[in-house]
Structure formats: structure tokens, C-alpha cells
């Protein structure tokens, strides 16, 4: 599809040319049940992006993966979809320096875990939606500008079968008109937006601690729900939090904390802010050793510390991808040996995380933890054991060098420096 690989230097140009004030997303999901006669099953997505121009130039495009586009309006300005859509991106002239831009438009639902996914329990028939975007497939379900550091705060709204409950990065509570209205996120980049929609089985806990109170959830599909072992991951969460408000001095900031354990999920999880979501193969059915809880308590806890590193700061291209990898990865087993029952973690990383950054190394695709990554493309080849698990034991030889205390300060500075950058 021409244009759907965006490159380094169309994102930095476009990052030089504008700032985003917010997006306002609205998704009609009432079409994932039912027949469906067309041959992509499509759901209507609305997206209205307010944007100021703080550059030289009044052209450049948003991205948008779908189907069709049945409107784009541009100031008040209709645009004809047939002339500024080319399927992957829409070509915006004309701009002013405070910009409405309004696209609606006919997204397709996933079947290969990129952007809005669609399954279907063969046990029950009941259909389960999540999403899943990075490094860019956020563009599959809305219009947008899908680069990390064009950050934004987002309104979601979704419109969804009655029986259904619907998550977002932000709390929600459906109105009486039926429409489920999320509050508005904190600035975060396109790829950790996020929504959960379908019967899911919800579980709910707090994480309370001074001032700080944070509400809990996990959630699986029904079928799952006798094998959910809530407790022990609401445990590790609460342990995890402790953990890091201890040691980062910076308050979790994204509100809510939702844990989704979803079927035919490519990766092991991802850290949207506030509706985390993972692999249901973390969901035992019958007995696993005491290796299966570690791996994932330590994937909880490495999602968790990308609510720091990751969603607060955020690398500006994919190129520093380490410094939300490495920083998670490390702080996984950190925060699994000083915070949990898993005390002997560090072994864990030696026998097994460690051992994976060797084995990549010694292929012909090894890089500097550090990557040229000149587009997307690249970008999908950078998630290995070089950016997580060698920059790992990077980090862990820095903190033996610079000293643990050192260390943690360094990180307490960044983030009070950065956040939202
Ligand atoms: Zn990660």
C-alpha cells in the first residue's frame, strides 16, 4: 500500500511542522455481532484531531489503514476522499495555523491481532474486540498522526452491543443514550491507545497507599473464567506499585489500572496506559510450575514499569526503542527479587533472558542496542533479545558501576524532567 511505510524522516519533518491539541475517536462496534454480508467486516470510526501548525510549510498527512473513507473535512473544508486518500494516508493542504480536522471513515476489523482484533469463542459463539497497535497500527482503527512523539490527550467514544462492556486507556461509564464516554487521557502517543470491548469477565480490587488509590481490574473471556486466578495477578500488581512509587517518586499517572488477558494475542503483552493487555495463556487451566508464575508476575511487572518508562517518557522514533525495552526488561526482574515471592529473579535473567541476548548476538542480525531505524519496517524487526534483553544486562551492569541509589535517582530526575515528553 503506498504510503503505509512511514519513514524517520517524514515523521521528524511532520513533528517539526505541527503539535497536537487532542483527539476526539468515536467507534460504532454494534457491527461485530450478527451476520455480516460485506466481505471485510467494517466498523464506523470518527475522528475529529484538533492540531496547530508550529513549523514552516501548510502541507502534510495524517494516517488512516481502512477500507474507506466516507468524509474529510479540513477547517470546514470538504475534501473529497477520492482525491486525498490513497488507502493508507490523507493529504492535508491548505493548513491554518489552528487546525479542525474531521475524518470519518469505514475501519476494518482484525484477524491478525494488528489493530482493532475480532474473535470469536467457538465454544460459546461470543465475540471479544481488543486492540493492539504498536509500532503503528493505531491508523487501522482511526485517523491520526502515528508517530511516538506526536503525543495528545484522546476522548474515546464507543458505541457497542447492549450486553457488551467496553475499557479505555481512561474510566468509563456508558450514558444513557447507550454510548460508553471515556475521560480524557493524559498526553500519550498514538500505539498505546487502547479498547477492550466484548462480555469479558471483570474482576475489580484497589490499590490504596497514602493518597494514592488506584482502581484495579482484570479481566478474560467467560469461557476462562473458572480457570482466572485474579488474586495472585491483583497481588503481584499491588506489590509492584509499592515497588515503584518507593522508588520512582512519581505517582502512577494514568488513573485507573485494567489487565486484560485476551485470546489470539501475537506478544507476550503491551503497556497501554491504564488497560494493560496480555497473552490468556498467563491464564493457568491446571497445574504449572512455580516458572510459570514468575514469567508472569515478571510480565506484569515489566508492563507496569512502562507506565514510567515508556507511556510517561516515550523515545521520540523507534530507534531508542531500548529505553522503554531495556528499562522494562530490567525492571521486571528488579522489582520481581526485591518486591515479590520471586526473590531468586536475577537467576531467572542469567538462565533465561540473558542466554537470549547471547544467542542473538551471535547471529548475523545483531545491532547496536541502540538501532538504525529508518522506517517501520525496521521498526517491526527491533522487538529481540538485543533491545530487551542484551540492554537489560547493560543496565544491570550500570547500576553495579554507578550504584543502585545513583541510578534510581537518575531515573526519578528523568521523569520529573520529561513526563509527558
Ligand atoms: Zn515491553
Redesign the pocket.
Known amino acids: 500500500m503506498p504510503g503505509e511505510n512511514l519513514s524517520r524522516d517524514e515523521a521528524h519533518e511532520r513533528a517539526a511542522l505541527l503539535s497536537v491539541d487532542g483527539y476526539e475517536v468515536a467507534l460504532d462496534l454494534r457491527s461485530a455481532v450478527g451476520e455480516s454480508t460485506e466481505a471485510v467486516r467494517t466498523f464506523r470510526s470518527v475522528t475529529t484531531i484538533r492540531f496547530r501548525r508550529t513549523g514552516e510549510g501548510d502541507t502534510t498527512f495524517a494516517d488512516l489503514v481502512a477500507p474507506s473513507v466516507t468524509s474529510v473535512t479540513l477547517n470546514g473544508r470538504e475534501l473529497d476522499p477520492a482525491v486525498v486518500f490513497d488507502g493508507a494516508r490523507i493529504t492535508l493542504d491548505g493548513l491554518a495555523d489552528e487546525n479542525v480536522l474531521v475524518v470519518d471513515a469505514q475501519c476494518a476489523y482484525s484477524r491478525t491481532g494488528e489493530g482493532l482484533h475480532r474473535f470469536v469463542d467457538p465454544e460459546d459463539g461470543e465475540v471479544y474486540l481488543y486492540t493492539q497497535y504498536e509500532p503503528a497500527d493505531a491508523r487501522r482503527v482511526y485517523a491520526n498522526f502515528e508517530q511516538p512523539d506526536l503525543k495528545a490527550p484522546y476522548r474515546f467514544e464507543v458505541t457497542a452491543p447492549d450486553a457488551w462492556t467496553v475499557w479505555s486507556n481512561g474510566a468509563g461509564e456508558r450514558g444513557a443514550d447507550g454510548v460508553w464516554r471515556f475521560a480524557e487521557t493524559a498526553p500519550i502517543s498514538t500505539y498505546i491507545t487502547c479498547v477492550v470491548a466484548g462480555p469479558y469477565h471483570y474482576v475489580t480490587d484497589t490499590y490504596r497507599r497514602g493518597d494514592v488509590e488506584i482502581p484495579l481490574g482484570a479481566m478474560c473471556r467467560k469461557g476462562l473464567a473458572k480457570h482466572f486466578d485474579a488474586d495472585d495477578v491483583f497481588l503481584v500488581t499491588k506489590q509492584g506499585f509499592d515497588f515503584f512509587h518507593d522508588n520512582f517518586d512519581y505517582p502512577y499517572p494514568f488513573g485507573k489500572y485494567d489487565q486484560a488477558f485476551v485470546p489470539e494475542y501475537n506478544l507476550?503483552?503491551?503497556?497501554n496506559p491504564g488497560m494493560v493487555t496480555f497473552t490468556e495463556e498467563y491464564i493457568y487451566r491446571g497445574k504449572v510450575t512455580r516458572a510459570a508464575y514468575e514469567r508472569r508476575a515478571n510480565t506484569i511487572l515489566?508492563?507496569m514499569?512502562?507506565m514510567w518508562f515508556?507511556d510517561l517518557v516515550t523515545m521520540v522514533w523507534w530507534d531508542d526503542l531500548w529505553l522503554?525495552?531495556s528499562f522494562?526488561?530490567f525492571m521486571g526482574s528488579f522489582s520481581l527479587a526485591e518486591a515479590t515471592r520471586f526473590t531468586d529473579s536475577w537467576v531467572t535473567f542469567a538462565n533465561n533472558r540473558k542466554a537470549w541476548a547471547y544467542r542473538a548476538d551471535q547471529l548475523p542480525s545483531t545491532h547496536p542496542v541502540t538501532a538504525d531505524i529508518r522506517d517501520l519496517e525496521d521498526a517491526k524487526l527491533n522487538f529481540d533479545g538485543i533491545t530487551?534483553a542484551k540492554g537489560a544486562s547493560v543496565l544491570k551492569q550500570l547500576v553495579a558501576y554507578a550504584g543502585r541509589d545513583a541510578f534510581l535517582e537518575g531515573a526519578r530526575r528523568y521523569f520529573k524532567r520529561h513526563a509527558y515528553g
Open positions: 507476550g503483552a503491551m503497556e515489566h508492563e514499569a512502562h515508556g522503554k525495552e522494562a526488561d530487551y
